[in-house]
Each structure stands twice: as C-alpha cells, then as structure tokens.
C-alpha cells in the first residue's frame, strides 16, 4: 500500500535558520505531490505542489520543494525561517488517477524569535 | 470565490450518544467531498469520499457514517460515539477526481468523546 513518511515530527530553529523537511512516499507509479501546512488556529492550506515538469517547486512564503523521483522524496525547504512559520507542515500525495491524498504524519515546526 | 463551513467547531459527547457533523461548500458545484479524521502525530486519515449526491465510499470500517443529501453539504454521523472516535475531523473539497487536484479543508471539528 501507498504511504508516505515524515521523519521530523518535531523540528525547532531559531529565527533566520535554514529549514529542510524530509518527506518519502512508497509508489512506484506517477505521482503528484503536495505539501500542506495548517498555522496554528487556522484551516490546512496548501503551500506548494508538483504535477509535473521541473521537479524544484516554488510556494508561497519562500517555500520550495524538490522531487526527486530516484529518491521517492519530496523535501521542504526555506533559506531562512521566520517565527511566523511556526506550523504544522503536511507532505501529501497523490496517485495514477486516484481521488486520494495520502498524508504524512505531519511535522511540528517551532520557531524561536 | 469558495468556501467550505464545518460545525460545530467543538463538541463534547458521551460515550454511547448519537454524532452529526455537518460540511457546506459555497461557491461551487458538483464537488467531490472528503471526511478526514486527524490524530496527533498520525496525520490525516481518509474516511469517506463522495462524488455526487447519494454516493459513499468508506475508506476504512469504523463506527461511523457519511451522508450526502445536497450536492454541496456532506454529513458524518455515528449512532452510538465510542472513546475511539475522538479527534479533529476535516471536511475538504476538491473539483474532480484525478491526478493533481488539489484539495481545500475547512476549519476542522474537535470531537472529543467522555
């Protein structure tokens, strides 16, 4: 079966430190792939997603994240954090023409002002 | 533009007592609708899906029911809660099936069972 995983459940920086998020699906097959993240107290929006083309994916808030098909991953990353990103952050994907989204467990983001 | 409303926000239950948790989209039609239940440090997890009026599909067996009696209003429920049932259920919607569509949340309903 499809799954996904997210190493980091935890993850603390310091303001203006780097941020990668580590996430791998198990699929053998196309793939879309979406990260989510849900800010505390609001609705999970999405922040970036890969359909196909070039692989590094630029979102919203300076985000970026890079597939990379050999690997099966699909990291999150940002040059420099922000305590306003203290979030929760979700990898997602989704598969051959299916109507599901297979979620990571989610990795918990604080950053320190 | 679309919005999608959950309610109640918050609800405490005993064990043993009926559910209904209720899910409305604006601003579009014909969406496919989604039942979810976050679990700390587990992700969320799909409980049913539905494309049109009338038509379910659970994903995983479990105590609990979705109903869809508007194209865009979508309904879980349980006869009887257990202490499992607890956690944050997300309703979200999403224009077609398929490979690349994204999917939009609502605001969620803490559901905590006593």
């Known amino acids: 079966a499809q799954s996904v995983s997210q190493h980091n459940h935890h993850v603390i920086l310091s303001e203006a430190a780097s941020l990668e998020l580590g996430c791998n699906y198990s699929?053998?097959?196309?793939?879309?792939l979406f990260w989510y993240v849900q800010y505390p107290g609001q609705h999970l929006q999405l922040l970036l997603k890969y359909f196909s083309g070039d692989p590094l994916v630029k979102g919203i808030k300076g985000f970026e994240a890079e597939f990379i098909k050999s690997k099966f991953s699909f990291n999150l990353r940002k040059p420099s954090v922000q305590w306003s990103d203290t979030a929760e952050y979700f990898c997602a994907v989704n598969t051959d023409s299916s109507y599901k989204l297979i979620f990571g467990s989610g990795t918990r983001l604080l950053v320190r002002p | 533009s679309q919005t999608i409303h959950q309610w109640p926000a918050t609800l405490v239950q005993p064990v043993g007592s009926p559910l209904s948790l209720e899910c409305t989209v604006e601003g579009t039609s014909n969406p496919n609708l989604y039942w979810y239940r976050q679990a700390a440090g587990r992700g969320l997890q799909l409980l049913f899906y539905s494309v049109g009026i009338g038509q379910i599909s659970s994903e995983v067996p479990q105590n609990l029911s979705a109903s869809r009696p508007q194209d865009r209003q979508f309904i879980l429920s349980s006869k009887k809660l257990l202490l499992s049932d607890s956690g944050f259920y997300l309703c979200?919607?999403?224009?077609?099936?398929?490979?690349?569509?994204?999917?939009?949340f609502g605001p969620g309903t803490r559901l905590t069972v006593l």
């Open positions: 699929y053998g097959g196309t793939v879309n």
């Open positions: 979200a919607w999403s224009l077609t099936s398929g490979l690349g569509v994204e999917q939009f």
